[in-house]
């Protein structure tokens, strides 16, 4: 995870998270601090694949609710800009979908890289719990692990470890019947 604004820096807004290049990168602010991230690796993908599968497969079934995968802009404030893995807005949710996402989606899912693991288990999930996500999944590929926090009161309860080696089943409150073998997720 690379950093391109020293420590005690001039924070960059939205404004100028526009002006940054197209570059193949994946660039985010959170409190106006710019974070660089390579592109991910196939594996990453194909775990991605396989979530969106699934969750795409339930919200057709349902008919409700919007499904969106990076790149794809969740604007928190205007020195809070990141680009999830994937993230679900509820039918009536909070969040407004436009140019960009607006507000807290009811969840977001992080597939956890050697090169973001400590960002994407403190910062962001700092951010998301701060800016009132409902619910946040951290994809383990390595340890064939999906850890969920979901929202209790003003912030994140326990976190919820489910092991594919346990045979474990993700399913959420927030998509009633939703079940997702974590064996299957994990298949090589």
């Known amino acids: 995870m690379e950093r391109s604004v020293a420590q005690g820096a001039v924070k960059l807004t939205y404004e100028d998270y526009l002006l940054l290049p197209d570059d193949g990168m994946r660039h985010e602010l959170i409190d106006g601090e710019h974070f660089v991230s390579p592109a991910p690796l196939p594996h990453h993908q194909l775990l991605l694949i396989r979530l969106v599968f699934e969750l795409e497969t339930y919200r057709r079934a349902k008919g409700a ?10 604007v928190f404030s205007g020195l809070d800009v990141v680009q999830p893995d994937l993230l679900f807005i509820r039918e009536g ?10 507000g807290a989606p009811d969840l977001v899912v992080e597939i956890l890289s050697p090169s973001n693991r400590r960002y994407d288990e403190v910062t962001k999930r700092n951010l998301y719990e701060r800016a009132g996500v409902g619910e946040y999944w951290l994809v383990d590929p390595e340890a064939e692990t999906v850890k969920v926090l979901r929202r209790e009161g003003a912030g994140f309860g326990g976190p919820q470890l ?14 009633p019947g939703l079940a997702i073998s974590l064996a299957a997720l994990f298949e090589r």
């Open 65 to 74: 609710g919007t499904l969106l995968i990076a790149p794809t802009d969740v």
């Open 93 to 102: 949710g909070s969040a407004q979908v436009g140019a960009h996402v607006a």
């Open 162 to 175: 489910l092991s594919a080696r346990d045979g474990d089943v993700l399913s959420s409150p927030l998509l």
